[in-house]
């Protein structure tokens, strides 16, 4: 009998053998990537003697003409009472309305940390000499810094007001013909980003994490992020943790926290990618990184995402992709993001197995030079496949 996911009093997931969780298909290639991840998770839930009952939620186009609302409310309490859901890409509404959907969920159920994990699997193109030294796992900050959507547009009243007070207040001098946003970077939200990012590692035994920011410039906002998080390892971690201006970069057992400034670090984890394990940092910076890592080992079509909030227990798995609506029902397209995705998901409920056992299909498919045609045309002697032809075979492969 099917059951929800619930969250333990002491902040554990309690996960039953059949759990209910809902998903989104997803807009545009959503058709076509959703069917094939699903059949994939399916097979290697059902080899570890779990079965998942798939529940539909609706968000996006799908959502907008089945009815008239981008993002209903019924979905987002559907997220909010499962715990734990799964998604395709989405289509953000133009001229108005949500920002992005994507950000919409994220801020709605205070899903404070994007999770991206970025590795290279053997025989995957990529423009880089040694992908193999990518190994990356990236704390993002989801709610805060300029995505808190904070701005006024130039030229409307209230633009005039703010740089009217910015100027008698704090005697700023800013054009009048500014559009201006505000950049709220908080103790709060830095502390359980950085957090996250440190219990992540030490559960795992990775070696170091890294807080990358823009302190030098700004420096009560990016910098602050830096210092709050060395404070925090001397807070709450001082026995299995330690700052670099603490130690030298000698941690002597113990994990190493250490920072980047964001400019050099996105020049570092190309020239210098095995000095990065865990990253931690705040939203835009996380988002240029995120992309930038994932083109070193196949681009986006194949990297993961998770938003997770750690201390509710709520968490959406995503591709990381746009909807390519071009591409639509061609059953043509790499599911590897949102399948990858799923990964991630087995392993936030404990499925360490399953997971294991559809990242070890995934490489040997890819090994065997069986893949879709975005890595078809950068492979010699590649045999092009459809999305659902790819999730065979893996499934073969299981």
């Not at 957090?195 to 070696?207: E, N, S, T, V």
Request: proline fraction near 5%; hydrophobic fraction near 40%; aromatic fraction near 8%.
């Amino acid at each position: 009998m099917a059951a929800k996911i619930t969250m333990s009093p002491g902040g554990v997931l309690s996960v039953p053998d059949d759990p209910i969780i809902p998903f989104i298909e997803g807009d545009g290639t959503g058709v076509d990537i959703w069917p094939a991840a699903k059949r994939v998770l399916d097979a290697a839930a059902a080899k570890h003697q779990h079965r998942i009952e798939w529940k539909e939620v609706l968000a996006g186009e799908k959502a907008y003409n089945e009815t008239g609302n981008w993002l209903p409310e019924e979905t987002v309490e559907v997220f909010r009472e499962y715990l734990i859901g799964i998604k395709g890409p989405l289509t953000t509404p133009v001229g108005g309305g949500f920002r992005s959907l994507n950000v919409a969920l994220r801020q709605v159920l205070d899903l404070y940390v994007c999770l991206r994990p970025v590795r290279w699997f053997q025989g995957v193109p990529s423009p880089v000499k040694r992908p193999d030294l990518v190994d990356m796992v990236i704390f993002r900050e989801n709610t805060e810094d300029i995505y808190a959507g904070l701005e006024v547009q130039e030229g409307t009243p209230e633009a005039k007001r703010l740089i009217e007070v910015l100027h008698e207040e704090l005697g700023w001098d800013i054009r009048p013909d500014s559009g201006v946003g505000v950049k709220p970077i908080s103790v709060t939200g830095s502390k359980r980003l950085i957090r996250a990012a440190i219990r992540y590692a030490l559960d795992r035994g990775r070696k170091s994490v890294t807080m990358v920011h823009k302190g030098n410039i700004q420096k009560f906002t990016e910098g602050a992020f830096r210092q709050w998080g060395y404070d925090l390892v001397r807070e709450e971690f001082a026995d299995v943790a330690v700052g670099w201006d603490d130690c030298g970069g000698r941690p002597g057992g113990k994990l190493l926290v250490k920072d980047n400034i964001a400019d050099i670090t996105l020049q570092q984890v190309l020239t210098r990618p095995g000095d990065f394990d865990v990253i931690a940092t705040t939203n835009l910076n996380g988002d240029y990184l995120s992309d930038a890592l994932a083109a070193q080992v196949g681009g986006i079509g194949i990297a993961p995402g998770a938003n997770v909030n750690y201390v509710s227990g709520h968490g959406i798995f995503e591709a990381t992709h746009g909807t390519a609506p071009k591409y639509a029902g061609q059953d043509k397209v790499n599911p590897g993001s949102l399948l990858l995705s799923g990964v991630l998901m087995f392993e936030h409920l404990g499925w360490q197995q399953a997971a294991d056992d559809i990242v070890r299909a995934l490489e040997a498919t890819i090994a065997d030079k069986v893949v879709t045609y975005d890595f078809a045309r950068q492979m010699e002697g590649a045999t092009e496949v459809k999305t659902s032809e790819l999730a065979s075979a893996i499934v073969d492969r299981l």
